[in-house]
């Protein structure tokens, strides 16, 4: 038993990372966008990259492992709805993640280029931006409706 609640709480700790770095990536990404200051925004996501490797790339791989022993633990079935839905959701959450870290990277790139040659930020910037931004929404989401899940086993 208590192996299994070792198991369980390093499960909800790794959705406290997702959820965790997620929203202070998003609002010091968006603080520092609205700044419109090259240099803080390059500054800015130098950190939200690193932090979206260490921390948020760690949790993404071990919430699948942590899960598959909870499974099995807990003599859960594949089959279960709420499962299946969470394991759809992961991979939706996914598919907008992995972007969003090479559009993180972009944006860093040509921030500090910007910074550099005392410039304005280019199109490209902005249109990755908006992007990025859009991008987040059913990422996250993804990532909430699962928290549910996880929680209220609806179905």
Same mark, same amino acid.
């Given at each position: 038993?208590?192996?299994? %609640?070792?198991?369980?709480?390093?499960?909800?700790?790794?959705?406290?990372?997702?959820?965790?770095?997620?929203?202070?990536?998003?609002? !010091?990404?968006?603080?520092?966008?609205?700044?419109?200051?090259?240099? !803080?925004?390059? =500054?800015?996501?130098?950190?939200?990259?690193?932090?979206?490797?260490?921390?948020?790339?760690?949790?993404?791989?071990? +919430?699948?492992? #942590?899960?598959?022993?909870?499974?099995?633990? #807990? #003599?859960?079935?594949?089959?279960?709805?709420?499962?299946?839905?969470?394991?759809?959701?992961?991979?939706?959450?996914?598919?907008?993640?992995?972007?969003?870290? !090479?559009? +993180?990277?972009?944006?860093?790139?040509?921030? =500090?280029?910007?910074?550099?040659?005392? +410039?304005? %930020?280019?199109? =490209?910037? /902005?249109?990755? /931006?908006?992007?990025?931004?859009?991008?987040?929404?059913?990422? /996250?989401?993804?990532?909430?409706?699962?928290?549910?899940?996880?929680?209220?086993?609806? !179905?």
């Amino acid at each position: 038993m208590m192996l299994y %609640l070792l198991v369980k709480y390093l499960h909800v700790l790794g959705a406290i990372v997702i959820l965790g770095t997620g929203t202070g990536i998003a609002f !010091f990404m968006l603080m520092a966008h609205r700044s419109r200051d090259t240099a !803080f925004i390059a =500054r800015t996501a130098e950190t939200v990259v690193i932090a979206d490797m260490l921390f948020t790339l760690t949790a993404v791989l071990l +919430q699948p492992v #942590s899960g598959g022993v909870l499974m099995v633990m #807990s #003599s859960t079935a594949w089959t279960e709805r709420w499962l299946m839905v969470s394991l759809v959701l992961y991979a939706v959450a996914g598919l907008f993640w992995v972007p969003v870290v !090479f559009m +993180q990277i972009e944006m860093r790139d040509i921030a =500090r280029k910007a910074a550099e040659h005392n +410039q304005g %930020l280019c199109h =490209r910037y /902005f249109a990755l /931006f908006h992007r990025w931004f859009l991008f987040g929404i059913p990422g /996250f989401g993804s990532v909430m409706a699962i928290l549910w899940l996880m929680i209220a086993k609806p !179905f």
